[in-house]
């Protein structure tokens, strides 16, 4: 397939020829480290390493023998979709010691291997770069006891350690999402999910118990996932006198015609005195002091179990490639890194300055300086917990600000899964900003027709789980109905717009701009929040529901493919949702292990098509017993879905069977994912919290009414690299594609050769974009104001 313009041949430059790469996985599992394990496999063998896997983690470094073996790229085939670790995982007190470092040292020279990717928490990458500094030294004692000779210590001078963090509990500093925390998750947000359905039954109070010893990031963040009564987290204990505001709010909510609470107590959860609060406390309390039917539940292990989402794979795959790339380029002078996530970017930070930071925290909560302890887990976690203390906690009526503004919020467009997350989110901060809120529904067709009311806080409740838009969206742009809008508008006397949309949302922004010539009405502030699955918003590299449509799409490709197991030979053509987008296409084809994705912004012909027949054909006489190609649905008018099914059901007769599914709305269904929901709810509060701060600066005080005619305040909030920017809507027109409904430029495709080297391909690969080594920066107050990394 034709590659864009610009890109290097990284091979040449990068050579892994006469290099021995070792991968191992240690302390606890984490869903998507096998996704890492294949990466590091398949890219160190793409460009001509030796790599061999260490089974049983440190320990199997210390016993040698079968535990160290050679790698090919068949051995890491069909691991992608399986939980823990495949080369298994050990604690390994030998290795603390320091004969136990001597016999690792020389079972590594013994395989010729000086570079090791290490995938684990912070106690295995410190004990990986102790024996990195301890190196030179081991070699010389293993000389002087004939075990290795002089030419080995002069080969293998210097070993190179690169880590990639594998840990549910995301506890590690200077990195956004660890491996596996999305993973876990999903599983406990699939849990709640099923308790909150018995417990509204049987109007109950539940109290979960999830990991996290010594950080509240998975508990924090299921709570803002799943609109949770009350969060205790080990970073930012509960005030003095905790017990009677909890019991005080529950009874308040179900006062309120709520019929159920949901309470999440991280493992670690602590008071301000640093003794510990239990689930069974807390579930004392609860009957005691309310007399509630109150029930435990601990997830304990089904956190870390079951198949990795697609953000864990996706994540692991990048990382396990950018590991390979930082072993090629180290030197002797070169730190120990570890390949890290900000925002969407791929960073590379000196790892004991991650871990230093990572020790740190647990130093400021064992010294009580809880909101020392915040800002050191890094921005995202404090903005998890500055949104989490604003939706879930309402100021009397009495400490609202009145601020006599109307703001009115709508969904535009299909649905996508997070949308309701979303106008919850901007409901609530709207009326903690002292607003009145409105709701209208169905987008701009109920706004002409009138369909607006005011939404209460309660009235959200339990959105965030909700699937679709709760409100209903339709396509309709506003153009048509400008008057009626205009007219609805006067008569609501509302203030500020909020759109939660996908491309129809920009569109109308960019109608209602240009209507403010003729309708003073429209001189408001406006601002849109991107919501599709087909994340074809120009500004933005990420919506709202195309990570819930992703999961949708990597779970039924491992069920087409498993169905092929025990079978014979088989390719599956999978098409997928996105309009001229190929996001789905291609992030989806990297996720779920596809051969090849055809999308419409790569174009390809009848020879690339042949070209990818012949090579699975070449993989299927060899190896692989099952083939996955997907296609964007308007990837090419005249190679349709049945054309490229026809072709590879001829062209492989006699060496594979083909099979076609289009797998249709169900991407647009189905409860969103908690990546979504999160997402949803932050990106929605910024931008109610930017509509408040506009009224206040257009508000003319001698006419007493809101006029807003700037760009600057029609913009449309979307996520950029490593954080979340304003933009005005007239300034991304030059950046859009209008005719094919896309962005010009769109940062997933950087990401294509990845799943081609994966797949066996000789590509090219732009490595200009790869992680720079960085410091890890302490979070500031003003930087957390300014951005918020997700």
Not at 29 to 48: C, E, F, I, P, W
Not at 206 to 226: D, I, K, P, T, W
Not at 295 to 308: A, D, K, S
Not at 595 to 614: K, T
């Amino acid at each position: 397939m034709a590659q864009p313009d610009g890109k290097k041949i990284f091979f040449e430059n990068l050579s892994g020829a006469g290099k021995a790469i070792a991968v191992l996985t240690s302390g606890g599992d984490a869903q998507g480290m096998n996704a890492a394990v294949r990466a590091v496999v398949r890219m160190g063998l793409y460009v001509g390493a030796k790599v061999y896997f260490i089974h049983e983690g440190y320990q199997g470094m210390v016993d040698g023998g079968e535990n160290i073996k050679e790698a090919t790229w068949e051995s890491v085939s069909s691991m992608l979709q399986v939980g823990g670790t495949v080369i298994g995982s050990a604690r390994c007190k030998e290795f603390r010691s320091h004969e136990g470092r001597l016999k690792a040292a020389h079972n590594l020279v013994q395989h010729g291997i000086t570079n090791l990717c290490v995938i684990g928490g912070d106690g295995s990458l410190t004990g990986a770069n102790l024996f990195r500094e301890e190196w030179s030294g081991l070699l010389g004692e293993l000389a002087e006891q004939g075990l290795i000779d002089a030419d080995a210590v002069q080969k293998y001078s210097a070993l190179h350690i690169v880590g990639m963090v594998g840990s549910i509990d995301n506890d590690f500093c200077g990195t956004d999402m660890t491996i596996g925390t999305d993973s876990a998750l999903h599983r406990i947000i699939e849990v709640v999910d099923a308790i909150m359905t018995t417990a509204q039954s049987h109007q109950r109070t539940f109290v979960l118990e999830v990991m996290g010893r010594h950080c509240g990031y998975l508990a924090l963040v299921s709570a803002l996932a799943c609109g949770a009564d009350w969060v205790l987290i080990p970073e930012m204990p509960p005030e003095d006198g905790w017990e009677d505001k909890m019991c005080e709010k529950l009874s308040a909510n179900r006062a309120g015609m709520k019929r159920l609470n949901i309470i999440i107590v991280a493992e670690g959860a602590i008071d301000r005195n640093n003794a510990p609060i239990t689930t069974d406390y807390v579930k004392d309390l609860v009957v005691k002091c309310l007399g509630f039917d109150t029930r435990v539940t601990i997830l304990g292990h089904v956190q870390r179990g079951g198949t990795p989402s697609a953000f864990d794979r996706i994540l692991a795959s990048r990382m396990g490639v950018e590991a390979v790339l930082a072993l090629l380029e180290t030197t002797a002078n070169t730190p120990a890194c570890v390949v890290s996530l900000c925002g969407n970017q791929s960073v590379r930070l000196p790892l004991m300055e991650c871990v230093q930071m990572t020790q740190e925290v647990q130093r400021a909560m064992d010294g009580k300086r809880f909101e020392e302890a915040v800002k050191l887990r890094g921005r995202s976690f404090e903005n998890n917990l500055k949104t989490y203390k604003l939706l879930a906690h309402r100021k009397p009526e009495s400490e609202l600000p009145v601020s006599n503004f109307n703001v009115a919020v709508l969904n535009v467009g299909a649905p996508a899964a997070g949308m309701n997350a979303a106008v919850r989110s901007a409901v609530r901060v709207g009326i903690s900003e002292g607003h009145k809120m409105f709701a209208v529904s169905d987008g701009f067709e109920g706004f002409y027709k009138g369909q607006i009311k005011e939404i209460k806080w309660a009235d959200v409740g339990g959105w965030t789980g909700q699937g679709g838009s709760l409100l209903g969206t339709k396509r309709t742009l506003p153009a048509k109905h400008i008057d009626k809008i205009a007219e609805q508008m006067r008569m609501h006397n509302i203030n500020a717009l909020l759109i939660v949309g996908g491309f129809e949302g920009f569109l109308s922004l960019l109608e209602l701009l240009t209507a403010r010539g003729k309708y003073d009405e429209f001189c408001v502030p406006m601002v849109m929040v991107p919501a599709t699955v087909s994340n074809n918003v120009p500004g933005s590299d990420l919506s709202i529901g195309a990570d819930t449509a992703l999961n949708a799409i990597t779970t039924t490709c491992d069920r087409i493919k498993q169905s092929a197991s025990g079978t014979k030979r088989r390719v599956f053509i999978i098409e997928t949702m996105g309009g001229y987008c190929g996001y789905l296409a291609s992030v989806g084809g990297l996720a779920a292990g596809a051969d090849a994705a055809y999308i419409y912004e790569e174009p390809f012909d009848i020879r690339d098509l042949q070209a990818n027949v012949e090579h699975l054909t070449e993989k299927m006489k060899t190896s692989i017993q099952r083939g996955l190609v997907l296609r964007n649905e308007n990837c090419n008018e005249n190679y349709t879905t049945d054309f490229i099914y026809q072709l590879y059901s001829e062209e492989g007769r006699g060496v594979f069977d083909s099979r076609k599914n289009v797998l249709g709305h169900m991407q647009q269904g189905g409860a969103p994912s908690p990546f979504d929901r999160n997402f949803g709810t932050k990106i929605s509060a910024k931008a109610m919290q930017w509509i408040s701060k506009k009224l206040l600066e257009t508000f003319r005080h001698d006419e007493g009414r809101v006029f807003a005619n700037t760009e600057e305040s029609c913009c449309l909030l979307g996520m950029r690299r490593r954080a979340l920017v304003f933009q005005p809507v007239v300034q991304l027109k030059d950046e859009t594609d209008f005719v094919h409904r896309i962005p010009k430029e769109q940062w997933w495709l950087k990401l294509r050769p990845l799943m081609k080297i994966l797949a066996k391909y000789k590509t090219t690969f732009d490595v200009s974009d790869s992680g720079q080594l960085e410091h890890v920066v302490r979070n500031r107050p003003k930087e957390s104001d300014a951005s918020v990394a997700i």
